[in-house]
């Protein structure tokens, strides 16, 4: 997710370790490509599998048999763990998918997008 810069710039020290964490992890997201999450690629994973039967955006109205996506991202928000788990084995009457690792956490960075700022 996305963090917040907290404290105050006016001390060098702090600024410079938080520069310097910063850098490492951007360096550790940088260094590992194939699992860095691709929201765009979610979206697409979503429009072509999931929208058959999800409503996807607050505006659209459809089916209410499944509930709508950024219902579930609101409800599941900060719980990557929840819904890796419900998207890698089959959960009637959802079909198997098959979705790939990559796909997965695809899906779960755009459904970040859908859920309002998190509540800490
Ligand atoms: C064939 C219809 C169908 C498709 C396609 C489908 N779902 Fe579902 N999904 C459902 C139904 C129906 C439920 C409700 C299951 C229940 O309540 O037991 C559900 C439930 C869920 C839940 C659990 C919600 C909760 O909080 O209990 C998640 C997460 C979810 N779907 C995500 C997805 C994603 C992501 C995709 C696309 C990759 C997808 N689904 C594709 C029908 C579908």
């Given at each position: 997710m996305c963090h917040k810069q907290v404290?105050?710039?006016?001390?060098y020290k702090g600024v410079s370790m938080k520069f310097l964490l910063t850098a490492a992890l951007a360096g550790a997201v940088l260094a590992s490509p194939a699992y860095a999450a691709d929201v765009e690629a979610g979206h697409a994973v979503v429009q072509r599998w999931c929208s058959n039967c999800h409503?996807?955006?607050?505006a659209q109205r459809g089916q209410d048999t499944a509930p709508t996506l950024p219902d579930i991202a609101q409800r599941h928000a900060g719980d990557q763990t929840w819904l890796r788990a419900w998207l890698t084995s089959p959960h009637p009457p959802m079909p198997?998918?098959?979705?790939?690792r990559q796909e997965i956490d695809d899906v779960i960075a755009y459904l970040a997008t859908l859920a309002p700022a998190q509540k800490k």
């Open positions: 404290g105050s710039f006016r001390s409503v996807t955006s607050e198997n998918l098959n979705l790939s």
